[in-house]
C-alpha cells in the first residue's frame, strides 16, 4: 500500500507542475493499481515461492523411524469461553491440522507444539497442545517449547532440547517454508519439509485467477512483499557465519 501513496503525492505535486509527467505518473499509477488489485500477478509471485516444497507424501516416508513432528506456531489468543482450536490462528489452526494428518499415519511419532505468547501464563504451544489432544493426539506423544518467539528461537530451542540428530518434519505454512528451512539447515538441523496453508491453489482455468479488483489481491501481495522482506533480513542480519 505504501507505494500507491507514495505516487498518490507526487500526483499531486506534479498537477499543476508538469502536465505531461502529471498524466504518465497518472497512467502508472492506474496500470499499478490494476496489477495489485487483481489477482492474477499476486497469486503468480505467491506461487513462485511456495512451489518450492511439495505437501508431504506420507506414503514415502520409513515407517519404522521415529518423527518429531514440529508445528510452528503463527498466533493464537486465551479466550477461556472457547475451546483451544478456536484459540488458535487460522494459520496455526492449518499448520496444526496437517501435524495432526501426519502424526495419524506414522507409527513411531512425536509432535512438538511451539511459540510463547502475549499471554504469559498461557502459551501458544500449550494451546495447540490442548488443541491436539482434542483432535485425537495422546498427550504423551505431545512435547512443547513454550519461549520461543521468532522462527530462529524455534530453531534454537528445539536443537537445545532435542539435539540435531532427530529426524524433524517441519510443519508450517507453504510461503513460510523457505525461510523456515534455510533457518533451520543454518542451526545443523536437517528437515523434512511438509508445507499447508496454501494461498495458491490451482484453478481448472486462467479464468479462475482472475478477478475484479479487491483488497483480498493487495493483501497477497503484501504477504509476498513481507515474505521477500523477512528472507533477506534473516540472510543481512541475522545468518549465521556458519551453521552451528
Not at 159 to 166: L, S, Y
Amino acid at each position: 500500500m505504501w507505494y500507491f501513496i507514495l505516487l498518490l503525492f507526487i500526483i499531486y505535486r506534479l498537477k499543476n507542475k508538469n502536465r505531461k509527467i502529471y498524466l504518465a505518473c497518472s497512467a502508472v499509477g492506474v496500470l499499478l493499481f490494476i496489477v495489485c488489485s487483481t489477482s492474477y500477478i499476486p497469486l503468480k509471485l505467491i506461487d513462485s515461492i511456495e512451489q518450492n516444497f511439495d505437501p508431504l507424501t506420507i506414503q514415502k516416508l520409513d515407517n519404522t523411524k521415529c518423527y518429531y513432528i514440529y508445528v510452528l506456531g503463527a498466533g493464537s489468543v486465551a479466550d477461556n469461553r472457547l475451546p483451544a482450536t478456536m484459540n488458535l490462528s487460522t494459520a496455526t489452526l492449518t499448520r496444526l491440522v496437517e501435524g495432526v494428518r501426519i502424526y495419524n499415519q506414522l507409527n513411531k511419532r512425536i509432535l512438538v507444539t511451539s511459540a510463547a505468547s502475549k499471554d504469559e501464563f498461557l502459551s501458544q504451544a500449550k494451546i495447540s497442545k490442548e488443541a491436539a489432544v482434542s483432535l485425537g493426539v495422546k498427550e504423551r506423544d505431545i512435547q512443547m517449547l513454550e519461549t520461543p518467539t521468532t522462527t530462529l528461537e524455534e530453531a534454537k530451542a528445539f536443537k537445545k532440547r532435542f539435539g540435531i540428530n532427530k529426524t524433524v518434519i517441519l510443519v508450517t505454512s507453504a510461503m513460510h517454508m523457505p525461510r523456515a528451512v534455510e533457518i533451520f539447515s543454518d542451526q545443523g538441523i536437517k528437515v523434512i519439509p511438509a508445507p499447508t496453508d496454501y494461498l495458491y491453489k490451482e484453478a481448472n482455468s486462467i479464468f479462475g485467477t482472475i478477478t475484479f479488483p479487491c483488497y483480498d489481491s493487495i493483501n497477497l501481495l503484501n504477504n509476498y512483499q513481507s515474505t521477500v522482506a523477512k528472507i533477506w533480513y534473516y540472510r543481512w542480519f541475522k545468518k549465521p557465519n556458519h551453521a552451528t
